[in-house]
């Protein structure tokens, strides 16, 4: 098993940035890739960003040059970070963490919400 905790969350004006964090916990070793996805309100959950565990990025396109998506891999912990610049109020969703495991598992964080005033 995986525990997803997510941080950095919160209320912003448009233009302004955001650092989500992700810690991993657990049978962190499985991890093959990790990613951001968010979901808006009336919509559905979307991709933002993935990374594999080799560094290798994925973006949303309408992301893609304001939120670099990076991973810290250290003894026994496994982090993953969401830079969020040039915000906008369409960025305005709960954000979730997910992970991939080697054993075809999925696993999400709770969410955090992410708010954008114009």
């Known amino acids: 098993q995986v525990q997803l905790v997510e941080s950095g969350g919160g209320l912003v004006q448009a233009g302004g940035s955001l650092r989500l964090s992700c810690a991993a916990s657990?049978?962190?070793?499985?991890?093959?890739?990790m990613g951001w996805y968010r979901q808006a309100k009336g919509n559905q959950r979307e991709l933002v960003a993935t990374?594999?565990?080799?560094?290798?990025?994925?973006?949303a396109y309408s992301v893609k040059g304001r939120f670099p998506i990076s991973r810290n891999n250290a003894k026994n912990t496994e982090t993953v970070y969401l830079q969020m610049n040039s915000l906008n109020p369409e960025d305005t969703a709960v954000y979730s963490c997910?992970?991939?495991?080697?054993?075809?598992?999925?696993?999400w964080g709770q969410g955090i919400q992410v708010t954008v005033s114009s």
């Open positions: 990374i594999s565990s080799g560094g290798s990025t994925n973006y």
């Open positions: 997910n992970a991939d495991s080697a054993y075809g598992l999925v696993f």
């Open positions: 657990g049978s962190i070793a499985s991890i093959n890739a």
